[in-house]
């Protein structure tokens, strides 16, 4: 009950795109076709919990004990950057398939604000480890359920007539914002 | 405080980078340098005329699969084959340059309009349409479809007719496949005869439509002493290879003797002007207007 509750709050409620404005860059970047809104949400669903790991980690060991709060975005990111081109190296030896699934993907997530801020968010609310690598699997699928939708509305977008000042970012920008309002219906279930 | 700041964010840049530089070393993929070295001999158009997708695709393939021909990037012509054979160790047989020839002539032939569409201006959702938007059903739309996938800009549609640039046109076939009537078809840019009618109808159904749309009175297969030009599919096709090893002793009597003058002579101006704007191979006098059109 407790894991239902913990996704239906990250995908919904609190969803990481449309309720936290988080993660907005390939939102609107890699929402043009579903295939590639799929690839992306899938990167960052394992780079967050890859991430959420061992951000976890170092806040618990290392910036606690020393008191060293004051620095946790700064160290996230650099931890976040080292991790994700660490992984693509891995991957890239021992894995080539997900490799060439996930390729082009994965450098963009480096200096990604959803994958940097579930790694806060869940230092914010004190989950212990196992419990913010959930948060953080719950929080890239409703990233990835973002994408999707988005790239469903872009894709028959592209068959519609628009007028010329709206085609494109115009059009996707008022998307995102009706998707956004259509999402705060969800804060009445929360809490 | 600004002390042990810097000195942490040290320490963690360095084990970031040793961590890194350890791993560049344990997950090294050794990867073919003749790779990179082909994918810049490329023109990096990522047009998919190879049949791969994207030059790097056709990089990995043509250095790691010996099966693949070094020939096969239409976009770069004879000098990149060259770059790319060198390269790769493989001997290469030239490509034959190939252009995108448009197989309709609808303005000569006075296609009509059969309704006013006002849906997407798309060729593939008027060709949806009952059969397109012209009386012929085979027609050129003209809503530029070939022009949006054309990677070079050598298309462009002029009174409702695509043209083809064949001076740009570098053979990739992205036009081919995005033509929703299959009007396009890549031809040797040497090539002597072009038809200019896809029409699978035949006598009548095209009299009635068109002015110069092929009857397939089958004149051209007759006289043909190559034997080149065929009937298939109820389309007039040239085996232009055939056609150009017989040489022009011939005289092109497909041309002169086409009742509908669909087969055109490619260097006489009788061509459509606008197709052979700016000729690839030095040629001269070809600037001299048949007709004008409106």
Known sequence: MEIFAIFISAIFVNNIVLAQYLGNCPYLGCSKEKSVALGMGGAVIFVIIVSTCCTWLMQRYVLDPYNLGYLQTIVFIVVIAALVQFVEMFLKKAVPPLYAALGIFLPLITTNCAVMGVAILVQREGFGLLESMLWGVAYGLGFTLALLLMAGIRERLDTCRLPKCMAGTPIALVMAGLMSLAFMGFKGMGQ | ?294
């Open chain 2, 1 to 294: 405080m600004v002390f042990v700041s810097i000195l942490t964010l040290f320490a963690l840049g360095l084990a970031a980078s040793i961590v890194l530089a350890v791993a560049s070393r344990v997950f090294h993929v050794k990867e073919d340098p003749r790779v990179e070295a082909v994918l810049e001999a490329l023109p990096g158009a990522n047009c998919g005329g190879c049949g791969f997708a994207g030059c790097e695709g056709y990089a990995t393939a043509v250095v790691n699969d010996p099966s693949v021909p070094a020939n096969k990037c239409c976009a770069g012509g004879a000098a990149v084959s060259i770059a790319v054979g060198e390269l790769t160790g493989k001997t290469v047989a030239e490509a034959e340059p190939l252009y995108a020839l448009r197989r309709c002539d609808k303005l000569a032939g006075k296609v009509a309009p059969r309704y006013q569409y006002q849906g997407m201006p798309s060729c593939a959702a008027a060709a949806l349409m009952r059969g397109g938007t012209d009386v012929c059903v085979y027609s050129c739309l003209g809503f530029g479809d070939c022009v949006q996938a054309c990677p070079f800009g050598a298309m462009e549609v002029r009174d409702g007719l695509a043209r083809v640039d064949r001076g740009k046109c570098t053979g990739c076939g992205a036009c081919v496949a995005a033509c929703p009537r299959g009007i396009l078809e890549l031809t040797p840019q040497r090539g002597r005869v072009a038809v200019y009618c896809n029409t699978r109808d035949k006598l009548r159904a095209v009299m009635d439509v068109c002015d110069v749309g092929c009857i397939k009175c089958g004149k051209c297969v007759k006289t043909c002493p190559a034997r080149a030009v065929r009937l298939e599919e109820n389309r007039i096709v040239i085996d232009q290879l055939q056609c150009l090893s017989y040489g022009p002793s011939c005289g092109e009597v497909c041309v002169s003797g086409c009742p509908r003058h669909i087969l055109r002579s490619t260097r006489k101006s009788d061509a459509p002007v606008e197709d052979a704007a700016t000729p690839p191979a030095p040629a001269g006098g070809e600037s001299s207007r048949p007709q004008s059109r409106a």
